[in-house]
């Protein structure tokens, strides 16, 4: 057994991908800006010949990547979409896929705007109860396609019994984990095929990098993919790598003192009158709390409940005075960072869901969402009391 295989989270993403350099020693490993490779000969090269197939700094963050999922394989591309899009792009016109009907809208755009043009089937469902998944099975269905917890309704799936649903089908599962991390939730343990991440979110945390990575265990998935990538060419650059690199040493401590931090808030959210509803799987009146008890787990395997939280302040005057009205948090779009960051999902990150679809699922005008970042607790509190005119 690799001895890397033995150590601790932390040790591993500290660690792995991230050796010494040989030639000089220096502790902190070169970025490789090459876009391509001098060859000693006709089909001979040092295992690399051009960036866009590969390059030494990407090597390094997919061996990282792939270590913190449990996984054998990580291929990385250029934001958290092209991740996506590739993964939508292993199937064929005729093809079927399942996805939760409250996942990221960019997903939603990318696959009824791009790929359904192309002939892929698509149903947008619920898939909070794995039951539902059955009534939707085709023959032609190749894939289900999750989020838990969902973007930003916080709606969770149940990753092992939705795989086993999966598996007697013949179907692959994948899941968009880039609310949780490896950190909080690794889907592959629940028998998940394919993981998707925006690395651009809490692998990043610094809200200063684009990218997106896709996890397996599965040779054949991982060879498709890899050879999507170099055809399509939506591959992320040296230097976002090298900070990519740089940022998952920080993972445990960053989503730790945010989910921390996000807990204590989402229970005093709770007590407050004027919300009309605070959304968190760490609240016990979170219809799936019991899910996110038992698939929510640090790589220590403690229960943790993320960083985000959603809450409906029931009129848009009083939705636009909380947001003129705080001063830590910032209005942007985005989540994962170590600044606490708030947005209007109705009209930001799903403006492209159809009106109807949105309010069917209860993204509403006045739904509210909050990215939790690292601050100081007393000053995130005060300013969330600024922003409710306690």
């Known amino acids: 057994m690799d001895k890397k295989s033995k150590w601790g989270f932390s040790t591993k993403s500290i660690h792995v991908g991230n050796e010494a350099d040989e030639a000089l020693g220096s502790v902190s490993p070169p ?38 999922d449990g996984a054998k394989y990580a291929i990385c591309y250029s934001t958290g979409m092209a991740a996506t899009t590739a993964l939508f792009q292993l199937f064929d016109a005729g093809d079927h896929i399942i996805i939760s009907r409250n996942t990221y809208g960019g997903t939603y755009r990318m696959a009824m705007n791009v790929l359904k043009r192309q002939g892929i089937e698509f149903d947008w469902i619920d898939t909070r109860d794995p039951e539902n998944i059955k009534k939707y099975l085709k023959p032609n269905t190749k894939l289900v396609h999750v989020e838990t917890p969902t973007n930003p309704l916080l709606e969770l799936c149940d990753l092992e019994k939705t795989s086993k649903i999966c598996k007697k089908a013949g179907v692959f599962l994948s899941v968009d984990n880039s609310f949780m991390s490896p950190y909080g939730q690794r889907p592959i343990e629940f028998g998940v095929d394919i993981v998707m991440q925006s690395s651009t979110k809490s692998l990043s945390g610094h809200s200063d990098v684009l990218g997106g990575v896709l996890t397996t265990n599965n040779e054949d998935l991982a060879e498709r993919l890899r050879f999507l990538l170099k055809a399509t060419g939506g591959v992320p650059s040296a230097f976002d790598n090298w900070i990519l690199l740089r940022s998952t040493k920080t993972l445990a401590l960053r989503y730790q003192k ?3 931090n996000a807990t204590e808030l989402a229970n005093w959210l709770n007590e407050q009158k004027n919300i009309d509803r605070v959304i968190y799987p760490g609240l016990s009146s ?30 848009v005057e009083s939705r636009d005075t909380f947001l003129k009205s705080i001063e830590v948090f910032t209005l942007a779009e985005s989540l994962g960072g170590v600044e606490s960051l708030v947005c209007v999902p109705y009209n930001m ?21 909050l990215a939790v970042g690292i601050e100081d607790l007393t000053d995130l509190k005060a300013d969330l009391i600024r922003g409710l005119g306690k």
Do not use: C
């Open 31 to 68: 970025i490789h800006l090459s876009s391509t490779f001098k060859q000693d000969g006709v089909g001979n090269n040092r295992g690399h010949d051009y960036s866009r197939v590969s390059n030494p700094t990407r090597d390094r963050l997919e061996e990282n990547l792939a270590v913190l």
């Open 349 to 369: 990150t799903h403006a492209a869901v159809p009106e109807k679809t949105k309010l069917e699922m209860g993204i509403t005008e006045t739904l509210v969402r």
């Open 286 to 315: 979170h219809p799936q709390h019991e899910i996110a008890v038992k698939q929510q787990r640090t790589p220590e395997d403690k229960i943790i409940f993320g960083n985000m939280i959603s809450i409906d302040l029931g009129s």
């Open 258 to 260: 945010s989910s921390d």
